[in-house]
């Protein structure tokens, strides 16, 4: 089971303004900023704007048009970032034994370079 959404999480604030982030790309749907802590040359997390903590969350509640946004915007950002010609990762980690630790859904983008077997 998915824990209740916490509105405090870090992620959250980015999304009130009460916590800069450096943003590379909003619309109506989705928020992408550089991960602070970078584990590649290019290390973007794209977030959906909704309330919800994992996939199975998203997945179940979000409405088709903000899933359709989210996915449309993890596109735009990799090609706006230049990580399509070469090749990227896309990886989310979900829950405790995924390793998550923020507790808004977010996808890592990963690129600009070759990238080793495994990342965050
Ligand atoms: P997770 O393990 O939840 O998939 O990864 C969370 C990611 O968020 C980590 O890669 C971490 O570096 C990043 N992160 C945590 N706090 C902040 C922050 O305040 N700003 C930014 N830009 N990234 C953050």
Not at 78 to 102: C, H, S, T
Request: charged fraction near 20%.
């Amino acid at each position: 089971p998915t824990a209740a959404y916490d509105p405090d999480n870090i992620f959250a604030k980015m999304l009130r303004d009460e916590i800069p982030c450096n943003k590379v790309y909003e619309d109506e749907h989705a928020l992408a900023f550089h991960d602070i802590n970078p584990q590649a040359d290019v290390h973007i997390l794209v977030i959906p704007k909704g309330e919800y903590v994992s996939w199975d969350d998203f997945s179940a509640k979000a409405s088709a048009e903000e899933i359709a946004g989210f996915v449309r915007a993890v596109g735009t950002v990799a090609r706006d970032n230049g990580l399509v010609v070469r090749g990227y990762r896309l990886l989310a980690n979900i829950g405790r034994n995924g390793g998550q630790e923020v507790a808004h859904l977010h996808v890592h983008l990963f690129g600009g370079g070759p990238l080793g077997p495994m990342l965050a």
